[in-house]
């Protein structure tokens, strides 16, 4: 597998480009924005974009996800159906954010817990996490100990639910349940800020232990 790491607008959101090294079949993974520089990113690598992911609907996440699939000629997979209401927030969120008017689209296909979704040779579990919102999921890919899992968790932090439809509660038992429960050494990805590992996050993120929240 090769990721490549594309922080996007103001918000620097970490739209990730996942690629199979066998087949060179490619997923690109919460397009927040700046469709422009991530297709300049993607023709310099010999790739066949295969679908847009999306983590949650959250306009840092996906402003880009329907010109990407335009261009690509692919759909959009995720998150889960209880997200629908953002996407027909759209409009709201680029004047809530200071983002360019932006019309509603719609995921092609939604996914739910327990999916399996495949890139090339890559097989993608889907984990439903809500909490930061009621539809956000993460993708778990085991054999390379690796999970994407947009603003659920971050490096000694977790998401924000001080947003419509965001819990507390049901985020930290989302991230005690599907999160905490991989590996140790499995490496997450998340869509702000640096990457970190389960292990790390178990003994030292202070939302997790109990220190905040």
Known sequence: MEIITLPVTAFTQNCRIIICKQTRQAAVIDPGGDAE??????AKH???VQCILLT???LDH???????????????????????????????QAQMFGFAPITPFYPHHWLNDGDIFPVGELRFEVRHC????????????????LAIVGDVIFKGSVGRTDFPKGDAQQLLASIKQKILTLPDE????????????????????????????
């Open 37 to 42: 520089k991530i297709i300049a990113e993607l």
């Open 46 to 48: 010999s790739v066949s």
């Open 56 to 58: 949650h609907g959250h």
């Open 62 to 92: 996906v402003g880009a996800a329907k010109i990407l699939a335009e261009h690509f000629s692919v759909d959009i997979v995720g998150p889960q159906q209880d997200e629908l209401f953002w996407f027909d927030a759209l409009p709201m």
């Open 130 to 145: 809500p909490g930061h919102t009621p539809g956000h999921i993460v993708f778990y890919e085991a054999k390379h100990q």
């Open 186 to 213: 499995t490496k997450i990805l998340s869509g702000h800020g640096p990457d970190t590992k389960v292990v790390t996050e178990r003994i030292s993120n202070p939302f997790i232990s109990g220190k905040y929240g």
